[in-house]
Nanobody, 123 residues
Framework: QAHLVESGGGLVQAGGSLRLSCAAS????????MGWFRQPPGKEREFVAA????????FYADSVKGRFTISRDNAKNTVTLQMNSLKPEDTAVYYC????????????????RGQGTQVTVSS
């Protein structure tokens, strides 16, 4: 059974940084694209970032471009989301995902999804 487990969430002040990690187990994800989504309180889940299996190509939502960086370590079967210059509107549960089947901007397109980690940014 394949699993994705997120870690690194927490409470941070606006302007601060957090680093989220996603550890994959149960199978090798090194040949699969991986991504991050988030769900702010009372809102729909939204695309944040994605990375191809080689790591050469990355994609970001406009709201996080220039502040967030997605990366992966295929040797460790992990993907990371470095979040800088955090804003209160970044407050959300962040989800890791792998293996999109279709449009990667839709959460439902991803075949593997984690349980999420809470990120809270105070003003």
């Amino acid at each position: 059974q394949a699993h994705l487990v997120e870690s690194g969430g927490g409470l941070v002040q606006a302007g601060g940084s957090l680093r989220l990690s996603c550890a994959a187990s149960g199978r090798t994800f090194t040949s699969l694209p991986m991504g991050w989504f988030r769900q702010p309180p009372g809102k729909e889940r939204e695309f944040v970032a994605a990375i191809t299996w080689t790591g050469r190509n990355t994609f970001y939502a406009d709201s996080v471009k220039g502040r967030f960086t997605i990366s992966r370590d295929n040797a460790k079967n992990t993907v990371t989301l470095q979040m800088n210059s955090l804003k209160p509107e970044d407050t959300a549960v962040y989800y890791c995902a792998a293996d999109p089947d279709g449009d990667y901007s839709y959460y439902s397109s991803w075949n593997y999804r984690g349980q999420g980690t809470q990120v809270t940014v105070s003003s």
